[in-house]
């Protein structure tokens, strides 16, 4: 029997939602219970796919090859459950589904409206693809008050009234502000946003304060009082120094015991969190540093590569290192600033992307690396442009490029239109560019002997793409015999995987994504492979 947990947010956005809903998701999933995160998104876009990480930040992408908002992530790398399709929608896909239906006649000639036809298409989602989960946790988007978020409280307000108070509870979390000026703490900002939760039918069973500093007895009682809230479910979290504190911070705030004494439920195992109190430990208390640049267009955006720094992180973690990310504009690189900026790099990075702003400084970046024999990953586009230098500069393919930027190119780099998934042929399109990628999990063979098979300890593997461009093979056999080798290929040998090179200590690029299979509890082996090699460099 499932029971439900809605969490909100209120005040201001980014507070913390999805690390709460993992932190939370993490605590009972130890106590022996199933678990399953979701994530509800206020805006009109279908998905995230086509939003620019200026405005989203990373685009998170499941096995089963959904594009979805990066707090999927923190589920699964606080988890270590898989999210999949059916765990975040957007108001986007809930009314192109509803207009979709109008649009054939199924709703038999009635007034499309918000209600009852949008709510019932959230609640849908809600209760949808269930199995054997005890706790299904639904992160609402966005802030209360916000009139995007209208139809989604209204929806959980009335999937509360249907399940009933025994299987539903709400969680909301609100910044409760310290003024440096007056030295207080101010709880009215929570006042508010709970009557504004109260006002929409809702009223929150527990409240989260997030603080910079520990919230005073006097004022935890007076948020009790005027939120009609327990003392006990009133639930502090102070700005923590890594986010791995996070379950342990909520532990020890007791937001598991109130969950399930809400429930009336026993835990059936005990809390195990010196893993996490080990990987806090050794985040925060590396002597070594090494630094790591990240190469891209969106360096300045702290999300927009999140998954990515995670991984790095985790890398570092397995080494016994503190990973110092140096983000370098791929816009402000060129041969002669690539010394400058790279000389006290341990390892150089180049993330996916899309489009040919900054290409030739991740080329020029790519070229430094290949020849002062620095460590190099790159991910996905990051790996189409070490294949690009390598032909321009080896091959002597001085017009070597991409069809996605250069039409007039020789096509290193060229449109797919088709792939086997599975033992299905699928073709591409370039006609839309919202979920028209190859996405998801693909496998790949590799190489006997090569690094990649080394560090992988396998014949075979399984990670997620996210890209519709990919590296042309026509002159594979020119580039295996100056030294690049493709050590990884799709079963049909048809789709190079990765590449490596032979006269380099550790140079590799994939065109997956392996920073979203990494989790802070089991680290990525390529990641901790490249830290290593980045250690000893």
Avoid at 295 to 301: F, M, P, T
Avoid at 470 to 482: L, M, R, S
């Amino acid at each position: 029997m499932a029971r439900y947990i809605f969490v909100t947010g209120g005040v201001v956005s980014s507070l913390g939602k999805g690390l709460s809903s993992a932190s939370l998701a993490y605590l009972l999933k130890s106590q022996g219970y199933n678990v399953r995160v979701r994530k509800m998104d206020p805006y009109l876009n279908v998905d995230p796919g086509t939003m620019s990480p200026f405005q989203h930040g990373e685009v998170f992408v499941t096995d089963d090859g959904a594009e979805t908002d990066l707090d999927l992530g923190h589920y699964e790398r606080f988890t270590n459950i898989s999210s999949k399709k059916s765990d975040n929608i957007t108001t986007g896909k809930i009314y192109s589904d509803i207009i979709k239906k109008e649009r054939k006649g199924l709703y038999l000639g009635k007034t499309v409206q918000v209600i009852p036809h949008v709510t019932d298409r959230i609640k849908d989602f809600i209760k949808g693809d269930i199995n054997k989960e005890d706790f299904v946790i639904c992160e609402i988007g966005g802030t209360v008050g916000d009139i995007e978020s209208l139809p989604f409280l209204e929806a959980i307000r009335q999937f509360s009234n249907e399940v009933g108070k025994k299987k539903s509870l709400f969680i909301h979390l609100t910044l409760v502000p310290f003024l440096k000026s007056s030295d207080e703490i101010k709880t009215k900002p929570t006042q508010h946003s709970v009557k504004e939760l109260r006002s929409l039918g809702i009223q929150p069973d527990i409240v989260i304060c997030r603080s910079q500093k520990s919230i005073p007895l006097d004022q935890r009682k007076k948020i009790s009082l005027f939120c009609n809230v327990p003392i006990s479910n009133v639930i502090e979290t102070v700005d923590v120094k890594t986010i791995y504190e996070a379950p342990i911070s909520f532990y020890n705030e007791k937001l598991d015991k109130q969950v399930l004494k809400y429930f009336k439920l026993k835990p059936k195992k005990k809390v195990n969190l010196q893993p996490w109190k080990k990987i806090s430990n050794a985040v925060l208390n590396k002597k070594r540093i090494i630094n790591i640049a990240i190469i891209g267009k969106y360096v300045n955006l702290k999300d927009a590569y999140k998954s990515l720094d995670e991984a790095l992180i985790h890398g570092g973690i397995t080494n016994n290192v503190k990973i110092n990310l140096v983000r370098i504009e791929s816009d402000k690189l060129n041969p002669k600033k690539v010394i400058t900026l790279l000389k006290n790099v341990s390892g150089i990075l180049i993330p996916g992307g899309f489009g040919k702003r900054g290409t030739e400084g991740k080329i020029s970046a790519i070229s430094y690396a290949r020849r002062k024999k620095i460590p190099f990953l790159g991910i996905c586009f990051g790996m189409q442009m070490a294949v690009i230098e390598f032909a321009r500069n080896i091959l002597k393919i001085n017009k070597a490029g991409s069809t996605e930027f250069d039409k007039k190119c020789f096509p290193i780099i060229g449109l797919i239109n088709e792939w086997n998934k599975d033992g299905k042929l699928i073709k591409g399109t370039n006609k839309d560019l919202g979920g028209t990628m190859r996405l998801g999990l693909y496998e790949a063979k590799l190489r006997h002997n090569s690094l990649i098979q080394k560090i992988y300890r396998s014949k075979s593997i399984h990670e997620r793409h996210r890209h519709r461009y990919e590296v042309n093979t026509i002159i594979k056999d020119k580039f295996e015999k100056k030294g690049m080798i493709f050590s990884g290929m799709s079963p049909d040998n048809k789709l190079p995987e990765i590449i490596e090179l032979k006269d380099h200590p550790w140079f590799i690029g994939v065109q997956f994504h392996p920073e979203f299979k990494s989790r802070p509890l089991n680290p990525h082996p390529l990641f901790s492979s490249f830290i290593k090699a980045a250690k000893n460099n």
